[in-house]
């Protein structure tokens, strides 16, 4: 009997995607019209203060005061993720309107904003050999700070276009992200350790807020009939563009650190979290700051999240191979390490 064939195991094509471009499916097939777009917002609204709630609830910062010692290299992926990043993103302003349409630009400007991942960048550095506490760390300072970076800076440098930075915005985020994420961390102490027992579950309620922001989302982008303005050749020039803004941000994470001073190990690490850009995140994130406009907005970090994952699952088994040892210290025995469900990619499942 003939086998059936499967993907390449360098080539991990993530089940998220699928899921989520069905759900995009399903918004063009059937969106929410009229009250049933109301009650789809409030919906959604309430899924992304759950998710942050969640978020807050789980991180662990007993690994992110460990980490502190490490200062340079958090210093370093902070910079790449919330520095580097936006100051690429704000030089592919030059690419409208001949390449980018303006509103496939400020979805392209807002990926280069959100923050790195936590789980998937842990996991590649880990097959790499680098320094995986240092991973750990990063990742994690990296999504508490973009809770306040993020939309302060979308509402800096997307100005009008992300909403602007009226004091209704403002309001939506301190309300939707901000507070149900410092509630969260309020009550870890009663609430984190059932949480963790509980992360196959709570890791479908995490998926499923996306999917309903997501769906939101892109009805709202229907009824608004802003997929007429988006063609194909302007899909290709935009995964052209990311290609780019990937490979620039991944030599320059593994040069740069080089020139600081890092060893592999912790090259490794500033290489996997200082280059990706968090999917989970960006999401929720991106409902509160564009409104109607977000299945566009969106559309970028969709792209480069499942780019991201094939390009780095190919350079950590590369790097895996190399001769030299890793310098990188070992996660305390007996650690519980707590992440975000930032999903790992099937080809790293089993290591």
């Not at 991180?59 to 980490?67: K, M, P």
């Not at 979805?107 to 904003?113: E, K, T």
């Not at 509980?198 to 995490?206: A, F, I, M, S, W």
């Not at 009805?219 to 899909?235: F, I, K």
């Given at each position: 009997?003939?086998?059936?064939?499967?993907?390449?195991?360098?080539?991990?094509?993530?089940?998220?995607?699928?899921?989520?471009?069905?759900?995009?499916?399903?918004?063009?097939?059937?969106?929410?019209?009229?009250?049933?777009?109301?009650?789809?917002?409030?919906?959604?609204?309430?899924?992304?203060?759950?998710?942050?709630?969640?978020?807050?609830?789980?991180?662990?910062?007993?690994?992110?005061?460990?980490?502190?010692?490490?200062?340079?290299?958090?210093?370093?992926?902070?910079?790449?993720?919330?520095?580097?990043?936006?100051?690429?993103?704000?030089?592919?302003?030059?690419?409208?309107?001949?390449?980018?349409?303006?509103?496939?630009?400020?979805?392209?400007?807002?990926?280069?904003?959100?923050?790195?991942?936590?789980?998937?960048?842990?996991?590649?550095?880990?097959?790499?050999?680098?320094?995986?506490?240092?991973?750990?760390?990063?990742?994690?300072?990296?999504?508490?700070?973009?809770?306040?970076l993020t939309p302060l800076l979308a509402a800096g440098l997307l100005g009008g276009n992300g909403g602007g930075f009226s004091l209704d915005s403002l309001l939506?985020?301190?309300?939707?992200?901000?507070?149900?994420?410092?509630?969260?961390?309020?009550?870890?102490?009663?609430?984190?350790?059932?949480?963790?027992?509980?992360?196959?579950?709570?890791?479908?309620?995490?998926?499923?807020?996306?999917?309903?922001?997501?769906?939101?989302?892109?009805?709202?982008?229907?009824?608004?009939?802003?997929?007429?303005?988006?063609?194909?050749?302007?899909?290709?020039?935009?995964?052209?563009?990311?290609?780019?803004?990937?490979?620039?941000?991944?030599?320059?994470?593994?040069?740069?650190?080089?020139?600081?001073?890092?060893?592999?190990?912790?090259?490794?690490?500033?290489?996997?979290?200082?280059?990706?850009?968090?999917?989970?995140?960006?999401?929720?994130?991106?409902?509160?700051?564009?409104?109607?406009?977000?299945?566009?907005?969106?559309?970028?970090?969709?792209?480069?999240?499942?780019?991201?994952?094939?390009?780095?699952?190919?350079?950590?088994?590369?790097?895996?191979?190399?001769?030299?040892?890793?310098?990188?210290?070992?996660?305390?025995?007996?650690?519980?390490?707590?992440?975000?469900?930032?999903?790992?990619?099937?080809?790293?499942?089993?290591?």
């Amino acid at each position: 009997m003939r086998r059936r064939p499967h993907p390449p195991a360098w080539l991990p094509l993530d089940p998220w995607i699928p899921t989520l471009l069905g759900t995009v499916g399903l918004a063009a097939l059937l969106p929410a019209r009229g009250s049933a777009a109301t009650v789809a917002d409030g919906v959604a609204t309430g899924a992304v203060a759950l998710l942050f709630f969640l978020y807050g609830a789980r991180l662990s910062t007993r690994e992110a005061l460990d980490g502190l010692r490490h200062w340079r290299l958090h210093l370093t992926v902070l910079a790449c993720t919330f520095v580097l990043f936006p100051v690429l993103g704000m030089a592919a302003r030059g690419l409208v309107p001949t390449v980018l349409t303006p509103q496939l630009y400020s979805g392209l400007l807002f990926l280069c904003l959100v923050p790195s991942t936590i789980q998937s960048s842990i996991a590649f550095t880990s097959i790499a050999r680098g320094n995986v506490p240092a991973a750990i760390c990063a990742g994690s300072f990296s999504s508490l700070a973009g809770i306040v970076l993020t939309p302060l800076l979308a509402a800096g440098l997307l100005g009008g276009n992300g909403g602007g930075f009226s004091l209704d915005s403002l309001l939506k985020i301190v309300l939707q992200l901000l507070l149900p994420f410092l509630l969260g961390q309020a009550l870890r102490r009663w609430v984190g350790g059932f949480l963790v027992r509980r992360k196959k579950v709570l890791g479908y309620v995490d998926r499923g807020s996306i999917l309903l922001v997501v769906y939101a989302a892109f009805s709202a982008g229907m009824a608004a009939g802003v997929w007429h303005q988006v063609s194909a050749a302007r899909l290709g020039a935009l995964m052209a563009v990311e290609g780019v803004l990937l490979a620039v941000m991944l030599l320059v994470s593994w040069y740069g650190a080089k020139r600081l001073g890092f060893g592999r190990a912790d090259r490794i690490a500033i290489q996997f979290a200082g280059s990706k850009k968090s999917l989970a995140a960006g999401l929720p994130m991106a409902s509160v700051l564009f409104g109607a406009q977000a299945s566009l907005a969106v559309l970028p970090l969709m792209l480069f999240h499942q780019m991201q994952l094939m390009v780095c699952a190919v350079l950590a088994r590369r790097r895996a191979r190399d001769p030299e040892p890793a310098a990188g210290p070992e996660l305390p025995a007996g650690r519980v390490v707590e992440v975000s469900s930032e999903l790992q990619p099937p080809a790293t499942r089993a290591r």
